[in-house]
């Protein structure tokens, strides 16, 4: 079974390397490809010699025009796109390739991501559930990118490519309409991914807010009555789910100053309260 992840780039050069690292080591088969606007960061320097990856660079419209054009030129079975500030886990794909092959009926699967700071320290985690329709329409996406794994005949099968008209919110645009196709999800219950929390994310930025309540305008008004009561739902059901329950851990991560050696950290009191 062939992965092939996606990683659009564009000046993110320190963080790239410590990705590329992190894909490089998973002990699967993985084809992965760079999608580079054309970075004038010193990215081009080293990036085109790397033979660990299939690097495309190309202007393009932004990073969800960037994955789809990486998604075109993917082969592998199982598809996924990993920023340039996120990571994979030692283990991460061997561990998602074993679920797919096991449960052949489940078309996309998500796993658990550890949030980090820039020196790579733990900041807080976040554990996935199956994402409910309603929820993702009114709120936040629930589930992030860096730990969602899906099989590429769905984006063949269904047309599940990113809406490049959105500039921020093509995550929760995509989610949507691969719930309406009424695809099999699941969760692996294990951490798979890093997320950087480096102050400068996309979905942080003013305009990403203005983009998701443009979208949420769109929506019913008797939808948008129910919002407190489908957020409470959503909580519920995370705490009886278990999901913000979580013992003391460690985790192994390439980091800025060393992206050749994974160094391990550890997690001592572990908060699923999302901070910023």
């Known amino acids: 079974m062939i992965f092939s992840v996606v990683t659009p780039s564009f000046n993110n050069s320190e963080y790239l390397k410590s990705c590329l690292a992190s894909v490089a080591d998973q002990g699967v088969t993985v084809q992965h490809i760079v999608q580079d606007g054309g970075s ?7 990036l085109l010699g790397d033979r660990r990856v299939e690097a495309h660079v190309e202007s393009d419209r932004g990073m969800y025009d960037a994955i789809n054009r990486g998604f075109k030129r993917a082969t592998g079975e199982i598809l996924a796109h990993l920023n340039c500030d996120e990571q994979y886990l030692p283990g991460a794909l061997q561990a998602v390739r074993d679920y797919f092959a096991s449960h ?5 699967l998500f796993g658990d991501t550890v949030v980090v700071d820039l020196n790579g320290n733990y900041l807080f985690h976040r554990k996935t559930q199956v994402p409910l329709k309603w929820h993702t329409r009114l709120c936040p996406l629930s589930t992030l990118t860096c730990t969602t794994f899906y099989r590429r005949s769905i984006i063949e099968k269904h047309n599940l490519f990113f809406d490049d008209s959105y500039k921020y919110i093509g995550d ?39 983009e998701r309540i443009a979208r949420l305008r769109e929506e019913p008004a008797w939808l948008k009555t129910l919002r407190p009561a489908v957020l409470l739902f959503h909580r519920m059901r ?3 789910g278990g999901v913000y329950a979580q013992k003391p851990f460690s985790y192994s991560i390439y980091k800025l100053k060393n992206p050749k050696r994974r160094l391990t950290h550890h997690a001592a009191k572990p908060t699923a309260r999302w901070k910023w």
């Not at 004038?40 to 080293?46: F, I, R, V």
């Open 40 to 46: 004038n960061d010193g990215t081009l320097d080293w």
């Open 104 to 108: 052949p009926t489940i078309d996309i």
């Open 172 to 210: 929760s645009d995509w989610m949507n309409r691969a719930l309406n196709a009424n695809l099999e999800m699941a969760i692996l219950r294990r951490f798979t991914s890093i997320f950087a929390h480096t102050g400068s994310n996309l979905s942080l930025e003013a305009a990403a807010v203005e």
């Open 238 to 240: 995370r705490l009886y």
